[in-house]
């Protein structure tokens, strides 16, 4: 009797250990993925399925080469499960389980109910260094900071060997799946997609792991705040579906340093951004809620503005603030935003617009290829100041000042706003402080061909920081 290996956000073949436990019942192995669009928690957005789309032809081809195949269904999980239990005599799931709150209780709604006939499901944790859960306070609760986290952390997370991927994995021949093609997860009219310049899979992941220890990892601590530059790994899709393990990412860029070839230094401080991905997993599965609700609670009466001009002006990079409209074209045009101008961006969106955070996190849902529940909740709110170990409420991100001091040459705006490219570097980040014969030399005509600004600093600050310190008085 053949056994079923559930592929969900795990969509790789080393260091698996659902797969790994398969592989040792010495039975045949069936590899299926159910395009479940109900009934695990939020819908993936438009980017994610781009994403997703690649991914399982990845996954497919790899298991090809192996003598396997993917299986691949679309429906409700646990009949689709059922189905092919069925068909083939199966009678055990091994799968990695999936900790957002819907989807891990979902999952033990299904291992419960096939138990109950006798189908044995076998979980793993194959998407975190550690479990949510594994790691408390001496007093046994979840950390709400940061810090002692990572170091508990860190203690806590086996650092055993990654199990490579086998090199024959045959599939039993003769059961049908569906044709990706007909999934529609690639966009059509139109294709927006253009742009994306990503290899989904577990060899693009371990291609630009590799890039990254080879490149931005020697400067990493510096470099990761510079948007201009490749400074950072652009493992977070990767990461997020599952195509390489935190774990092989920590094991390698800690090899590097240990054979001297970065700093230890610039190897600690990525860990400590893998880190964050934890905390952020960690706190959603604790604080559910904190999906829909501030992790703080005093601050869902935020008196957020209805502006619907503002959202799209946001949305479309067309603020009249350089860095914030960069870095929004570089989301749309590309799926991914640098890190730095994110937090600016976001900054933007809720403190000098006003606009609740739940706008900006279902836009980045949308329009992010990492897009991941835990991680932009966790960050969005730590932007609003309402998270857990938020940034301070009273610190409002200065859109000119943060471009000034990371992209001080202008590499990162020239790229995303063409229409300021002839802009001396003196002026980029603020045009409309330019004399008028400096804009004009430059062919920039604001309010023609780039916006003025939207919101004025100081004003939009001054109005933020009124509401925000009302919500701190009451907490
Ligand atoms: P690197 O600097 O190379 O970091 C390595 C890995 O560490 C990343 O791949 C990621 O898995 C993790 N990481 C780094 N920073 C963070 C962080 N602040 N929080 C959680 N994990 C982190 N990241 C997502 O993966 N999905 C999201 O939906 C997401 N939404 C965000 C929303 C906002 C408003 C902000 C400010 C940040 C968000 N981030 C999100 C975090 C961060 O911006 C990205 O993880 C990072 O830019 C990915 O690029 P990288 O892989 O090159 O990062």
Same mark, same amino acid.
């Not at 408390?136 to 203690?155: D, N």
């Not at 045959?170 to 569906?178: D, S, V």
């Given at each position: 009797?053949?056994?079923?290996?559930?592929?969900?956000? *795990?969509?790789?073949? %080393?260091?698996?250990?659902?797969?790994?436990?398969?592989?040792?019942?010495?039975?045949?192995?069936?590899?299926?993925?159910?395009?479940?669009?109900?009934?695990?928690?939020?819908?993936?957005?438009?980017?994610?399925?781009?994403?997703?789309?690649?991914? $399982?032809?990845?996954?497919?081809?790899?298991?090809?080469?192996?003598?396997?195949?993917?299986? $691949?269904?679309?429906?409700?999980?646990?009949?689709?499960?059922?189905?092919?239990?069925?068909?083939? #005599?199966?009678? !055990?799931?091994?799968?990695?389980?999936?900790?957002?709150?819907?989807?891990?209780?979902?999952?033990?709604?299904?291992?419960?109910?096939?138990?109950?006939?006798?189908?044995?499901?076998?979980?793993?944790?194959?998407?975190?260094?550690?479990?949510?859960?594994?790691?408390? /306070?001496?007093?046994?609760?979840?950390? @709400?900071?940061?810090?002692?986290?990572?170091?508990?952390? =860190? !203690?806590?997370?086996?650092?055993?060997?990654?199990?490579?991927?086998?090199?024959?994995? &045959?599939?039993?021949? %003769?059961?049908?799946?569906? *044709?990706? *093609?007909?999934? %529609? =997860?690639?966009?059509?009219?139109?294709?927006?997609?253009?742009?994306?310049?990503?290899?989904?899979?577990?060899? #693009?992941?371990?291609?630009?792991?590799?890039?990254?220890?080879?490149?931005?990892?020697?400067?990493?601590?510096?470099? @990761?705040?510079?948007? %201009?530059?490749? #400074?950072?790994?652009?493992?977070?899709?990767?990461?997020?579906?599952?195509?390489?393990?935190?774990?092989?990412?920590?094991?390698?860029?800690?090899?590097?340093?240990? !054979?001297?070839?970065?700093?230890?230094?610039?190897?600690?401080?990525?860990? &400590?951004?893998?880190?964050?991905?934890?905390?952020?997993?960690?706190? =959603?599965?604790?604080?559910? +809620?904190?999906?829909?609700?501030?992790?703080?609670?005093?601050?869902?009466?935020?008196?957020?503005? /209805?502006?619907?001009?503002?959202?799209?002006?946001?949305?479309?990079?067309?603020?009249?603030?350089?860095?914030?409209?960069?870095?929004?074209?570089?989301?749309?045009?590309?799926?991914?935003?640098?890190?730095?101008?994110?937090?600016?961006?976001?900054?933007?969106?809720?403190?000098?617009?006003?606009?609740?955070?739940?706008?900006?996190?279902?836009?980045?849902? *949308?329009?992010?290829?990492?897009?991941?529940?835990?991680?932009?909740?966790?960050?969005?709110?730590?932007?609003?100041?309402?998270?857990?170990?938020? &940034?301070?409420?009273?610190?409002?991100?200065?859109?000119?000042?943060?471009?000034?001091?990371?992209?001080?040459?202008? @590499?990162?705006?020239?790229?995303?706003?063409?229409?300021?490219?002839?802009?001396?570097?003196?002026? $980029?980040?603020?045009?409309?402080?330019?004399?008028?014969?400096?804009?004009?030399?430059?062919?920039?005509?604001?309010?023609?061909? +780039?916006?003025?600004?939207?919101?004025?600093? &100081?004003?939009?600050?001054?109005?933020?920081?009124?509401? $925000?310190?009302?919500?701190?008085?009451?907490?």
């Amino acid at each position: 009797r053949p056994v079923i290996l559930w592929f969900r956000r *795990d969509l790789r073949l %080393g260091d698996n250990p659902a797969l790994a436990a398969a592989i040792d019942t010495g039975r045949p192995i069936l590899p299926v993925y159910i395009l479940d669009e109900g009934g695990e928690g939020r819908r993936p957005g438009a980017a994610s399925r781009w994403w997703l789309d690649k991914s $399982l032809r990845a996954l497919d081809v790899a298991l090809r080469r192996r003598g396997g195949r993917l299986i $691949l269904r679309r429906g409700d999980s646990e009949a689709e499960l059922r189905r092919l239990i069925d068909q083939t #005599g199966a009678d !055990q799931v091994f799968m990695n389980r999936r900790f957002e709150p819907e989807a891990f209780i979902r999952d033990a709604d299904i291992a419960h109910a096939l138990k109950a006939e006798g189908i044995a499901c076998h979980g793993f944790n194959g998407s975190l260094l550690a479990r949510p859960g594994a790691v408390l /306070t001496g007093a046994g609760k979840p950390y @709400r900071v940061f810090t002692p986290f990572l170091k508990a952390l =860190l !203690q806590a997370a086996p650092d055993r060997l990654a199990t490579p991927a086998p090199e024959t994995l &045959a599939t039993p021949e %003769g059961l049908a799946g569906e *044709d990706i *093609d007909a999934w %529609g =997860l690639h966009p059509t009219a139109p294709d927006w997609s253009q742009g994306f310049d990503w290899t989904p899979g577990e060899a #693009g992941a371990a291609a630009a792991l590799s890039a990254f220890i080879e490149g931005g990892l020697a400067d990493y601590a510096v470099g @990761r705040d510079v948007p %201009g530059r490749r #400074g950072t790994s652009r493992l977070s899709p990767h990461l997020h579906w599952g195509e390489i393990s935190p774990r092989s990412v920590v094991r390698a860029v800690r090899a590097a340093a240990a !054979q001297g070839r970065v700093a230890p230094a610039q190897a600690d401080k990525f860990v &400590a951004e893998i880190g964050w991905r934890e905390f952020s997993a960690h706190l =959603l599965h604790q604080f559910p +809620y904190m999906a829909e609700r501030a992790f703080r609670p005093e601050f869902d009466a935020m008196p957020w503005r /209805t502006d619907p001009e503002g959202l799209a002006a946001w949305k479309k990079g067309r603020t009249g603030y350089p860095l914030v409209d960069a870095g929004m074209r570089e989301l749309w045009a590309t799926g991914w935003m640098h890190n730095r101008v994110r937090m600016v961006a976001a900054s933007f969106l809720v403190k000098h617009l006003l606009i609740d955070w739940r706008e900006g996190e279902a836009w980045f849902w *949308d329009t992010l290829v990492d897009a991941d529940l835990a991680s932009n909740v966790q960050n969005w709110q730590w932007v609003a100041g309402s998270g857990a170990d938020a &940034a301070p409420y009273f610190r409002i991100f200065n859109p000119v000042a943060q471009g000034e001091k990371f992209d001080p040459a202008g @590499r990162y705006v020239r790229r995303w706003v063409p229409e300021l490219r002839a802009l001396p570097g003196r002026w $980029l980040h603020a045009p409309w402080t330019a004399p008028a014969a400096v804009q004009a030399e430059a062919g920039v005509r604001l309010g023609r061909t +780039y916006p003025r600004p939207i919101v004025d600093h &100081a004003a939009a600050r001054a109005r933020a920081l009124d509401a $925000l310190k009302a919500i701190a008085a009451r907490s």
